[in-house]
């Protein structure tokens, strides 16, 4: 059921006003129960509020997202307030530009309510390196949101707003997604402009909808998508019609990768869970066919030598200088190092040593360059792959969400939670997590620029499973 659709309905029926709509959501949001606000967007948001109110007072029409409140991870730039990354180097850094798809949501009428907490410039799988506090997670305050966009997939989770703008890099929407029961889509690299969200790995960062239905992820999709003059990654892409995901006649294959489920580090319940949605899944006449992939500890490990290799280069820019809280020391590159050093998170700190030292001259050969031409091998498998099937389908994640506090004892554990993921993310693949089928849902990806197929499939298992 599309939320946005129910409340356009309720808005221009006059059932509702927008600004107490707005009002409700913010009194919610500013009890902060779960951790998951940076920033409240009060007075922006009332202001809109009493705009669209207005419109329709006038008897004018309103757009389908017009009066729509909305979260936003706190990695996006809106002009004039405040973007942390939830880190300590640019708690007091205001952003001076709005980013392309929050410009355009905020263009057809979306009301932004809130930057939200999430896990540091993007490092992390919990939204526990944070300055802002671990994010609960919604179904279970004691065990974390999820990351790094926790604190935007607990938002729509509790309802605090209808969807919210996560940033996915190698799994931070599609995690956490999982983690609370809802939906969350990672769209093909390119679909949607980065411009403006603050870069963690240039090369497979995406901008992607979170939401508690398939269609209100479709609607929002379409409007955040497009060629962007200033991102020369990105591509122009057709409107996706609520029609065209109706009719799933043309998916007719479906594989998994059987080590991602012939493995000990998968969770039993998880892995009955998987199979048995692949029973369901035949027993509709769908061809489901295992398929050979990488091992998990080698796409964990592809994906975190470039993804740190990326941050690391991404990152040398906040030196105090033009970006960053600055602590003076004696002279510049003390200045620099204390600024960097104080300011960063031991992960993020972790991820700048690493990347530098994988970059590095006598290095850089043997691992940088060796994790490209793996990245390579592994968008060339899904190529293959991706003329016997139509869609993979995989668990989301091997395990349920940890406590709260244990991540943070063993980054490697936490790294290796992302197996699943972070392989789709090199492919630049579209990949949606659907809160079906595990207890931490199901990850439905098609090829490149399929994202229609994606939405598709998981119409078609929304009553199945
Ligand atoms: N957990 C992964 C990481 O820490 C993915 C994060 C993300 O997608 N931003 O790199």
Redesign the pocket.
Known sequence: MSQIKKIHTQLINKEISCTDLVQEKLNLLKENTHNTVNLLLETLALELAAKVDAKIANGEQIGLLEGIPFGIKDVYMVQGTYTTASSELLKNYKSSYTATAIQKLLDAGAIPLVKENC?SF????SSENTIFGAVKNAINPELVGG??SGGSAVNVAKDYTVFSIG??????IRQPAGYNNVYGLKPTYGRISRFGLMA?ASSTDCVGPIAKSIEDIRIVLNVMSGKDVKDQTTYPSETISSEVILNTDDIKTVGYFKNFIENDAIDAQVKSDFLASLEKIKAKGIQVTALDFFESDTLVSTYYTL?MAETASNLSRLDGTNYGNRIEGDNLKDTYSITRSQNFSEETKRRIVGGNQVLSQGFSDEIYLKGLNLRDQIAANFEKDFNEVDIILSPVTPNTPPKIGDSLKDPLAMYLS?AYTVGFSLGQLPTLTIPKGTTTGLQITAAKTHDELVLKFANFLKDMI
Not at 167 to 172: A, C, M, Q, R
Request: hydrophobic share 5%; charged share 20%; net charge negative.
């Open positions: 896990d993007g490092h992390g799988s990351g790094s940033g996915d890099t190698g799994g931070s963690y993804a992302d």
